[in-house]
């Protein structure tokens, strides 16, 4: 066998595997996929016949258990993650996980505790938002464009829920996708990407549409995962975050992350990835270009069979993903409690 070839096999068939995991895993030299692991056979089968895999399960753990698998993609919603990925690395095989990373906090410290026992690779997908321009912004704020970062504001805004009608979504569920809300964990990964963590957190949540009905049925539900949320966070570096999540929001304009600072300001539009900034002294805020040299492409796929072959870091690690696990914990704590909850989490 080829010492660069890597046997992939993939847990869950569903739209981020079909449409980027395995056609990107395709096109990436030397990886050979060849068991794919859905609920139904005949998904399994049409995704196998599609993106030509040989083998096909209904059950995950008769995948992970093939001895010629060397590393695993769990693309299932976060209701399997640390069950399977727990397995995998048993098995001895490198794992890839599907954001976001737990159902909770306990569970991403059980996945986390499991990593740092094996020298295999683990990674968790990574969200696109910012990353075209994350490079830039760190280097930015890094070189002290911003001063002393005072106040940081982030919105995430859709109309995602916003029809009544609407069945309930399994991101909606809490047995299908625990405590994970909204863009909430997306938007706390690129908060410590750029800024760091957050020492205490105060939150409010709501649901604005309480009953919904459920999937292909007549039967109607109680929501429990909120439809907005919003966070004031402390930052270890001394700033205030404010973060506002809704899912119930119409006509809404760009996401974005505003940074006020003692000697400027930046603002980058999470949706389109343009900045803008202005330092004391300047008129206004101008968009900044961002070198070609300092844009970066969402290559996880890629970039997970390189540090296979390589042994190097992964990002985001397991290490990443508790973090942001955490501070959505500590945001549903705060939100059920009415208190602040303190970081980190005993």
């Not at 590393?71 to 727990?86: E, G, R």
């Not at 402390?234 to 809404?252: D, K, P, R, W, Y």
Request: proline share 5%; glycine share 6%; net charge negative.
């Amino acid at each position: 066998m080829d010492e660069k070839e890597i046997k992939v096999g993939i847990i869950g068939a569903g739209g981020i595997a079909r449409h980027r995991h395995l056609p990107n895993l395709q096109q990436v030299e030397g990886v050979n996929l060849i068991a794919v692991c859905n609920r139904t056979p005949e998904t399994a089968a049409k995704v196998a016949e599609d993106f030509d895999i040989p083998r096909t399960y209904t059950d995950w753990r008769a995948l992970i258990r093939q001895k010629d698998i060397d590393a695993v993609f769990i693309a299932t919603p976060p209701y399997l993650h640390c069950a399977a990925t727990l397995a995998a690395l048993e098995a001895g095989k490198h794992v890839f996980c599907q954001a976001r990373m737990a159902m909770n906090y306990q569970d991403a410290k059980r996945m986390y505790d499991a990593s740092l026992k094996t020298d295999l690779k683990t990674m968790l997908c990574p969200v696109p938002v910012g990353i075209r321009g994350g490079a830039m912004m760190k280097q930015l704020i890094g070189l002290g464009y911003l001063g002393q970062i005072y106040d940081i504001h982030m919105t995430g805004f859709s109309a995602q829920y916003a029809d009544p009608s609407r069945p309930l979504h399994w991101r909606q569920m809490p047995d299908i996708s625990g405590l994970n809300t909204l863009t909430l964990g997306m938007w706390a990964e690129v908060l410590h990407r750029w800024f760091g963590y957050a020492r205490r957190i105060t939150a409010l949540s709501r649901v604005h549409i309480p009953q919904r009905r459920l999937p292909n049925s007549d039967d109607w539900a109680r929501v429990e995962t909120p439809d907005a949320i919003g966070v004031i966070a402390e930052m270890l570096n001394g700033a205030l975050s404010i973060l506002h999540f809704s899912g119930v929001t119409q006509f809404t304009a760009d996401n974005r992350c505003e940074i006020y600072g003692s000697d400027g300001t930046l603002v980058y539009n999470l949706d389109t990835d343009e900045i803008y900034g202005a330092q004391v002294g300047d008129d206004k805020l101008k968009r900044l270009q961002i070198p070609d040299e300092l844009q970066q492409e969402w290559t996880v796929e890629e970039d997970f069979i390189f540090a296979i072959r390589n042994n190097t870091p992964t990002s985001p690690s397991f290490f990443a993903g508790l973090k942001y696990m955490e501070f959505t914990e500590a945001v549903i704590r705060s939100s059920h409690e009415r208190r602040a909850v303190d970081l980190p989490l005993s």
